[in-house]
Structure formats: structure tokens, C-alpha cells
């Protein structure tokens, strides 16, 4: 079992950066695919990036390609996810994600966080 908190959300102009951070417990967190989904108001989740369990493999969408990096450090049980050059759409709850097993990228992810608020102003 795995569970994930989230936490570094928050509300920023267009432009700037932020950090977000996925706090997870139990012990197979180092051999878990890390992915971030997000979001928006009245729209589906969809994907944002993820990262293989040994931090050497990440994938990421279109849309956030050249501006986010997921990271993590299995020492800490943290996955990051640093957003620079924020844009109004990138408005969404974020979410952590982790998934068993070692297919890249993951088919699904079988535990979730809450979720962080990100807020982009224009």
C-alpha cells in the first residue's frame, strides 16, 4: 500500500514557478513509476508527466514539455514537480500518482493522492 500528500499548490501569476511535492509512505515507494496528472474545472483528468522508478526514464505531455521536470528522491520518498513559465491553463488541481509493477510508462496507476490547487493569474 502506498499513500501520497501532496503539498507546494498554491496561486501565482502567468510566468511564474512553482514546486510541487508528492509525499509518499510505505516501502515500495522506490520501486514505483511516479506520474503527475491535473485537472481543470469541468474538464477530465489528464497526464502531465511521470518518472520511472529508478529516476532514469520521464515522459512528459506536450503541453508542459520545456517547462515542468519531474524529479524524485527515493531517499526521501518524494516526487517533485518543478512548473517554470506558468500559463492561466495550467490552472488544475495536481495529483501524484504511483503505480506498481515495472512497465514504462505505466498502463495505470494504482494509488492517488488528494491533490494540490494550482492557481494561475493572467
Known amino acids: 500500500q502506498v499513500q501520497l500528500v501532496e503539498s507546494g499548490g498554491g496561486l501565482v501569476q502567468a510566468g511564474g514557478s512553482l514546486r510541487l511535492s508528492c509525499a509518499a509512505s510505505?516501502?515500495?515507494?522506490?520501486?514505483?513509476?511516479m506520474g503527475w496528472f491535473r485537472q481543470a474545472p469541468g474538464k477530465e483528468r489528464e497526464f502531465v508527466a511521470t518518472i520511472y522508478w529508478s529516476g532514469g526514464r520521464t515522459n512528459y505531455a506536450d503541453s508542459v514539455k520545456g517547462r515542468f521536470t519531474i524529479s524524485r528522491d527515493n531517499a526521501k520518498n518524494t516526487v517533485y514537480l518543478q512548473m517554470y513559465s506558468l500559463k492561466p491553463e495550467d490552472t488544475a488541481v495536481y495529483y501524484c500518482?504511483?503505480?506498481?509493477?515495472?512497465?514504462?510508462?505505466?498502463?495505470?496507476?494504482?494509488?492517488w493522492g488528494q491533490g494540490t490547487q494550482v492557481t494561475v493569474s493572467s
Open positions: 510505505g516501502r515500495t515507494f522506490s520501486r514505483n513509476t
Open positions: 500518482a504511483a503505480a506498481r509493477g515495472f512497465v514504462f510508462p505505466p498502463r495505470t496507476y494504482d494509488y
